[in-house]
């Protein structure tokens, strides 16, 4: 089965839970994962598609032990959101998580 990737705390879950070899399977899915939460399809997140993403992988995947709070969905995004844009482009978030 696939993984589905998206923001946050995901770079350690993924080395750790998935193991390095499913790694490029990974980056495959980032891009269908990205547009599904991309709800206006302009290829940026912004915050709200942001902590939608993360609510959805902790939601659909056990492993991810971790509760994700809008507090903390909110810290992430505006760490990641680098130029202070109000946005995060797919670079952003693959830079992040190392694809």
């Known amino acids: ?3 589905e990737i998206f923001g946050l705390a995901l770079a ?3 080395a ?3 193991g390095a070899a499913q790694m490029p399977a990974l980056a495959d899915d980032f891009h269908d994962h990205w547009d599904r939460h991309d709800l ?3 290829g940026r997140w912004n915050r709200n598609e942001f902590h939608t993403a993360n609510v959805y ?3 659909h995947h056990p492993e991810w032990q971790e509760h994700y ?3 903390d969905s909110d810290r992430t995004f505006r760490r990641l959101d680098t130029g202070h844009h109000g946005y995060l ?3 952003n978030v693959r830079t992040y998580h190392h694809f």
């Open 89 to 91: 482009t797919q670079e």
């Open 57 to 59: 992988y902790g939601t």
């Open 1 to 3: 089965m696939k993984k």
């Open 16 to 18: 750790v839970g998935f």
């Open 40 to 42: 206006n399809h302009d």
């Open 69 to 71: 709070t809008r507090r």
């Open 12 to 14: 350690a879950v993924t």
